[in-house]
C-alpha cells in the first residue's frame, strides 16, 4: 500500500509557473511508475505526464509537452510536476497515481491502482 499526497496547488496567472509536489507515504514511491492527470470541469479526466520507476523515462500529452516537466526524488519518495507557460486550459483539479505492476498503458487511469485526493489548478487570463 502506498498514500499519496498532492500539493502546490493554486492560482496563478497566464504564463506563470506552478510547482506540484506528490508525496508517497507508507511505502517506497522508488517502487511504482507515476503519472499526473487532471479533470476539468464537466470533463473527463486526462492524462498529463508519466514517468518511469528510476526516472530514465517521461511522457507527455500533447497538450502540456514543452510547458509541464515530471520529475521524482526517489530519496525524498516525493514526484513533482513543474507546469511553465500556464494557460486557463490548464484549470483543473490535478491527480497523481502510482501502479506497479504495469502494462505499459499510462493513458488509462486504470492502470492505477493509487490514487492522491488530488489539487486545484485554477489559471486566470
Known amino acids: 500500500q502506498v498514500q499519496l499526497v498532492e500539493s502546490g496547488g493554486g492560482l496563478a496567472q497566464a504564463g506563470g509557473s506552478l510547482r506540484l509536489s506528490c508525496a508517497a507515504s507508507?511505502?517506497?514511491?522508488?517502487?511504482?511508475?507515476v503519472s499526473w492527470f487532471r479533470q476539468a470541469p464537466g470533463k473527463e479526466r486526462e492524462f498529463a505526464a508519466h514517468i518511469g520507476r528510476n526516472g530514465d523515462s517521461t511522457l507527455y500529452a500533447d497538450s502540456v509537452k514543452g510547458r509541464f516537466t515530471i520529475s521524482r526524488d526517489n530519496a525524498k519518495n516525493t514526484v513533482y510536476l513543474q507546469m511553465d507557460s500556464l494557460a486557463p486550459e490548464d484549470t483543473a483539479v490535478y491527480y497523481c497515481?502510482?501502479?506497479?505492476?504495469?502494462?505499459?498503458?499510462?493513458?488509462?487511469?486504470?492502470?492505477?491502482?493509487?490514487w492522491g485526493q488530488g489539487t486545484q489548478v485554477t489559471v486566470s487570463s
Open positions: 507508507g511505502r517506497s514511491i522508488s517502487s511504482f511508475v
Open positions: 497515481a502510482a501502479a506497479w505492476p504495469f502494462s505499459g498503458r499510462y493513458y488509462n487511469t486504470g492502470e492505477y491502482g493509487y
